[in-house]
């Protein structure tokens, strides 16, 4: 047993699953990540927007309450013990963001006058200058005695227009950033992509499966030479209904060429054996002087003749074998192609009773050079022309006619023939296979048009039918130019 037959095999519906799964958990742990910063980024500025806004309204508070009560003094001394009424504990209980900003009122020096957190573990009774000094309503600053990154909203209080002092709000990053439910719902949204992307491709992955599966089957039914197989044809994929379409199609056509194979065996064996029969059946009759003189030497002739068709394909046959294994070695040559085809026109004339048929003959304006096999090149048009003279049955008309194209040379060969069936002209080029009007009238193994085409393509070129009808047959031959 081969290395390759004991390589551990998977299904189809494991290998796409496992690997969709790795793919979908790198793809959902980036996509987690990258909405964590894009969570975290946007809930520190949506805080941050909220603070500064919670700044502007305790300052406008402070002014209000300045304007309204002259006797109230909005910016406390140091040693003055009074809170603002309200002024945090208001702000504290409307706000509702899962944290809990220090809030500072200070003179404009940067001085601490008044904060929500009296316990706050600060020993600097000012402001950080960083703070004071930025023209920024928010700065980042850190404190010297804490290595946590602090952000500060400022907002200035005025009274008739002269500042003298500011609301300060601070909270570290840490606090700002800080979040829990969020997470938890990334996480359960991540978890349920993760388990709908798992089952989809489960179940798409199946879905693929079973078809091939079922062509696999369908593979060793013919394998073991079983053609009557059935595949479903409700497949919606269009790659994967032309797959189990064309295996169908290829069984099908197995089945007719293994029908076929048959009956031209039996048809190639009925030809080799008539011959044969027919000379032992004379030679029997000279043997036993069931005839004398005269008749005895036309039974001699006959089966010379007998002798000389059996000779015939049994060359056919070697001709075809050789040229199948490329045994034949091909021998180019430069021809001027109207020469050469005039001269093979004028051979085979010469070589056949053409009396009652018409040959015509229309060449290039120019001389164009080929490089060709002269002998191959030779056998094709004997077979197309002979084909051509029994189809018109002995009487018509043959037209060969030469054009060109940049790279090709095309030689068409027409007759006025019955034609060739529509059900046989994919056929014609099948080894062995003659066609019901040939069958019974014209003796022979079938292989004339199958190694004219092989010879064809041993010159670089091809031979394939144009067109047949009722009235006219066209078959051309291509040979690429030098």
Request: aromatic letters at 8%.
């Amino acid at each position: 047993m081969s290395n390759h037959d004991k390589e551990k095999r998977i299904s189809l519906t494991q290998y796409w699953t496992s690997r969709y799964l790795l793919t979908l958990c790198i793809g959902l742990t980036i996509v987690a990540f990258l909405s964590a910063i894009w969570i975290r980024h946007t809930t520190l500025q949506n805080r941050l927007d909220m603070l500064e806004f919670m700044g502007e309204e305790i300052s406008n508070r402070l002014e209000e309450n300045t304007i309204n009560n002259p006797s109230i003094r909005p910016i406390k001394g140091p040693n003055e013990d009074k809170e603002n009424p309200g002024v945090f504990r208001d702000r504290e209980r409307f706000m509702d963001m899962g944290i809990n900003p220090t809030i500072y009122i200070v003179d404009t020096e940067g001085n601490i006058l008044s904060m929500n957190h009296p316990k706050e573990p600060l020993n600097e009774q000012t402001i950080p200058k960083t703070v004071m000094a930025s023209k920024s309503d928010i700065v980042k600053f850190k404190y010297d005695n804490s290595a946590q990154l602090y952000y500060a909203i400022k907002k200035k209080i005025e009274i008739d227009n002269k500042t003298v002092g500011y609301i300060v709000i601070s909270e570290t990053k840490e606090n700002l950033t800080h979040l829990n439910q969020e997470y938890s719902q990334l996480a359960i949204m991540i978890g349920c992509l993760a388990l709908l992307g798992v089952g989809a491709i489960y179940f798409l992955s199946r879905r693929l499966a079973k078809p091939i599966k079922d062509v696999a089957y369908a593979a060793k039914q013919v394998q073991e030479g079983n053609y009557n197989i059935e595949l479903p044809d409700n497949t919606k994929e269009e790659e994967v209904y032309e797959l189990v379409h064309s295996f169908k199609e290829m069984a099908t056509r197995l089945q007719q060429l293994e029908a076929m194979r048959t009956e031209l065996l039996a048809g190639v064996t009925h030809e080799l054996k008539t011959p044969v029969t027919s000379i032992s059946g004379l030679l029997q009759a000279i043997q036993d002087e069931v005839v004398e003189g005269n008749t005895q030497k036309e039974f001699i002739q006959m089966a010379v003749n007998e002798t000389t068709k059996l000779k015939t394909m049994v060359g056919d046959l070697l001709a075809f074998n050789s040229f199948s294994v490329n045994a034949i070695p091909v021998k180019f040559e430069t021809f001027e192609i109207n020469q050469i085809l005039e001269e093979t026109l004028m051979q085979w004339e010469l070589t056949q009773d053409t009396e009652d048929v018409e040959l015509t003959f229309v060449k290039l304006p120019e001389p164009r050079e080929v490089e060709i096999d002269f002998i191959r090149f030779q056998q094709i048009f004997t077979n197309l022309f002979t084909n051509a003279k029994q189809a018109m049955n002995g009487f018509g008309k043959i037209s060969v006619t030469l054009s060109e194209t940049a790279e090709d040379l095309f030689i068409r060969v027409a007759d006025t023939g019955k034609g060739i069936p529509d059900e046989e002209q994919t056929l014609i080029f099948e080894r062995f296979y003659r066609g019901e009007n040939k069958k019974y009238a014209v003796r022979g193994l079938g292989l004339g048009l199958p190694l004219s085409k092989m010879m064809a393509q041993s010159i670089h070129g091809d031979l394939r039918l144009v067109h047949s009808t009722k009235n006219s047959t066209v078959f051309e031959l291509r040979i690429p130019k030098q």
